[in-house]
């Protein structure tokens, strides 16, 4: 695993990048992949970040999320972040929701295609998911979605915890 500081300099390093379309992202989180399997998950809040921190971790103790590293708390052009490290794990749906907008606003049709024939074939395993998560750590996990989804050992596994 990488540093605290070798992070802090990651952060810095991606600092025009955060919450552009030029790194993944959804609607809390900005995700910076480092190597050897491992990645940054940047938020704006405090809360947010120590919120999906501790539950990532906790989940990571069933195999139900990807593990965990350090929190820490980053500086760049004036501005705060609160970020931590996580295991990288192969996503669903490559294609971040967030970005898949129409004009008007929405999902693109391309987009809602795609997203619905993810969930009629993993359905049963995301129920299972959310069960499971729900009577290990007594974790709602709401935005079960394939942007949100992983997997890891050919299981699916949470990997959105904002
Ligand atoms: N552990 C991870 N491994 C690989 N990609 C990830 C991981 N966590 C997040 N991502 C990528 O970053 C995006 C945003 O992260 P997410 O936790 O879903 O944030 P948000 O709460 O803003 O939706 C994801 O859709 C995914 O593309
Ligand atoms: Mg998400």
Redesign the pocket.
């Known amino acids: 695993m990488f540093s605290v500081a070798e992070s802090v300099q990651a952060v810095e390093k991606n600092g025009d990048k955060l919450f552009t379309k030029e790194?993944?992202?959804?609607?809390?989180?900005?995700?910076i992949?480092l190597s050897d399997g491992w990645?940054l998950?940047v938020y704006l809040r405090k809360d947010q970040r120590d919120d999906?921190h501790l539950h990532q971790t906790r989940a990571a103790v069933h195999g139900l999320g990807?593990e965990t590293g350090p929190a820490f708390d980053v500086k760049v052009n004036e501005k705060d972040y609160f970020v931590y490290t996580?295991?990288?794990?192969?996503?669903v749906?490559?294609g971040?929701?967030?970005y898949q907008v129409a004009p008007g606003g929405g999902e693109s049709s391309e987009a809602h295609t795609q997203r619905v024939a993810l969930i009629d074939k993993w359905q049963e395993e995301a129920d299972e998911l959310k069960a499971e998560l729900d009577t290990t750590i007594g974790w709602d996990f709401k935005?079960s979605f394939p942007?949100?989804w992983?997997l890891k050992n050919g299981q699916l596994i949470c990997?959105?915890?904002?």
Not at 23 to 31: E, N
């Open positions: 790194l993944p992202r959804g609607r809390h989180c900005s995700f992949k990645g998950k999906a990807p996580t295991e990288v794990v192969e996503t749906y490559q971040c929701y967030f935005d942007s949100n992983g990997i959105d915890f904002s």
